[in-house]
Structures are given as C-alpha cells and as structure tokens.
T-cell receptor, first 110, second 113 residues
C-alpha cells in the first residue's frame, strides 16, 4: 500500500505566523493533490502538482512537489484564522479515486 | 452551479439499527464516490460508480453496507445493521469522469450509540 504520511498531525499557531506541513511517501507518484476541509464541510481541492520540483502559489499558500515526486509540502505565510481547517494530501488511485493521508489539523488563533 | 447535495446532515442511531444516506451529484457527472471519514483520519473510499455501474467496491464491508445508483444519477448508501465503529462522516463526491476533479458534498455525520 502506498501510504501518505502527513506531519504534523496537529498545529496550533497565532495569526500572522508562518507554517509548513508535509506529505511524505516511500513511493513515486505521478501527481499529488492538496485539499482543505473546514469543519462540517467536504474537502475542497487547493492544487494539483504533477512535475518533480514544481512550485505552485495560491495567494499566501505555496505548494512544492519534491524532485523525486515522493513528497510534497504546503507553506502558509502570515496565517489567518480563515486558514483553520484540515489539510489533506491525496494521490490518485487506479480507477481515478482519491487515496488520502490522515491530514494536518491546523488551528489559527486571532 | 449547484454542488453535491447530501442528506441527512446528521443522524444518530442505536447499534444494530439500519440507516440510509442519499446523494445527488452535480448534474452531468458520470462518476460518483462514497467515502467514509472516521474522526482524525482522511476519507477512505467505500465505493465508486461510473454511471450506474460499480467500478470499485473493494473496501465496502458488504456484509452490512450496500449502495446503489440505479438510474446513474442519485445514489443511496445503506448500513444494516450498524456497529459502533461505523460512526463517521460519510462523504459523497462526483466528477465529470474518472481522473477528473472530484467535488465533495458536506457529508452526513453518523453517530452510532
């Protein structure tokens, strides 16, 4: 089983701080997706990374796919309370379904 | 464009009872997924439909779980009888086709007591 290990599991920070969360595996992936899930909602796709070494930016969020396509990171600059949520990484399954990591639960306090 | 609709939002039942969840996918989406998300974990695929056919149900506990998508649009997921460990959020998602972006509903939070 090609597991996705996410770290840290929990993160609680103050508004304005920077943070990085990680998604690691021992396997190579053709692509990786990052989702944010707010309480009481379903996951929402943030970004898909497909090329080793790729960096994508989404406002204050920066996503990086490792050169070997085995790991990825999400960096948030100047976190805001609205960034609070569960951040999930996922890879594609053989039939187009998604296989998720356990997620990083982020809490940003005002 | 309307999103994926799920009902009910919350359900509390006693163990050994039965329960059913309903999902209406985004119009025109051929692929429909049911995921189970236990507290503290990421979603896990239970079953995937392509139109009204099952593509993958390898992780569906078939002794107690069943799902159907008879007309290739709406879908229902049933649990009978429920166990305590079935307490979770059940998420429905749909996509235009396989390997295209999936959109999730708000989920149904099931508590089995």
């Amino acid at each position: 089983t090609q597991l996705l290990e996410q770290s840290p599991q929990f993160l609680s920070i103050q508004e304005g701080e920077n943070l990085t969360v990680y998604c690691n595996s021992s396997s190579v992936f053709s692509s990786l997706q990052w989702y944010r899930q707010e309480p009481g909602e379903g996951p929402v796709l943030l970004v898909t990374v497909v090329t080793g070494g790729e960096v994508k930016k989404l406002k204050r969020l920066t996503f990086q796919f490792g050169d070997a396509r085995k790991d990825s990171s999400l960096h948030i600059t100047a976190a805001q309370p609205g960034d609070t949520g569960l951040y999930l990484c996922a890879r594609g399954g053989s039939q187009g379904n998604l296989i998720f990591g356990k997620g990083t639960k982020l809490s940003v306090k005002p | 464009e309307a999103g994926v609709a799920q009902s009910p939002r919350y359900k509390i039942i006693e163990k050994r009872q039965s329960v059913a969840f309903w999902c209406n996918p985004i119009s025109g989406h051929a692929t429909l997924y049911w995921y189970q998300q236990i507290l503290g974990q990421g979603p896990k695929l239970l079953i995937q439909f392509q139109n009204n056919g099952v593509v993958d149900d390898s992780q569906l506990p078939k002794d107690r779980f069943s799902a159907e998508r008879l007309k290739g649009v709406d879908s229902t997921l049933k649990i009978q009888p429920a166990k305590l460990e079935d307490s979770a959020v059940y998420l429905c998602a749909s996509s235009f086709g396989m390997n295209t972006e999936a959109f999730f509903g708000q989920g149904t939070r099931l508590t089995v007591v």
